[in-house]
């Protein structure tokens, strides 16, 4: 059953979008020194309705766990649709598979949705302003702002473009630009 953050963000569980079990043990995530945010790619649109982005979730699970990634389960910790909800991916205790070679101590936000041609939605933003506001501890995230006041490549709020050693595209220029305001109005 989801609940809601004291703030008032919807919160999606494991069990409500149907996820499978992971294939294995996790890796225990030994601390957390940043959040990086990702797109969904070629997804389209945001995600506007909870059956939209649970089918969503699922097919991508399959895909991470399945034999063109084989990977223990669905390599983000939390994605968020067109609304601002969050769905609980890996648990944030764990090493996620988000960044290559990366992962250790770094948490995986995922906007679902093409970031190179749609921006956050004004509800994903607001929900984007309560995570860096305070900790949200029932999702085990410490506040961002926090995170994101330190200096350099290790410690911070990333796009997935802006981690060493990685050769993409992602988040997107559009959904990097409103998350570099964002940060910036918090620093």
């Not at 601390?31 to 059956?51: A, C, I, M, N, Q």
């Not at 506001?133 to 994101?148: E, I, N, S, T, V």
């Not at 990333?158 to 060493?164: A, I, N, Q």
Request: glycine content about 12%; proline content about 6%.
């Amino acid at each position: 059953m989801s609940f809601q953050t004291a703030d008032g963000i919807r919160v999606f569980r494991r069990a409500d979008w149907g996820a499978k079990p992971p294939k294995g043990a996790y890796s225990r995530q030994p601390y957390k020194r940043s959040l990086v945010y990702h797109h969904g790619g070629d997804e389209g649109k945001p995600r506007p309705t909870f059956d939209a982005m649970a089918k969503t979730l699922r097919s991508w699970q399959a895909f991470h766990q399945g034999p063109q990634r084989g990977w223990l389960d669905i390599g983000y910790h939390f994605l968020m649709d067109g609304l601002g909800r969050i769905y609980v991916g890996r648990p944030s205790t764990a090493i996620g598979a988000h960044v290559l070679e990366e992962n250790t101590g770094r948490l995986g936000l995922c906007f679902v949705q093409d970031g190179r041609r749609y921006g956050l939605t004004d509800d994903q933003e607001e929900t984007v302003r309560k995570l860096f506001k305070g900790p949200h501890r029932l999702l085990g995230l410490p506040a961002l702002k926090d995170l994101a006041r330190h200096s350099g490549d290790d410690w911070g709020v990333f796009g997935h473009r802006e981690v060493p050693r990685q050769a993409t595209e992602c988040p997107g220029d559009k959904i990097a630009a409103d998350m570099h305001r964002i940060i910036r109005s918090f620093t």
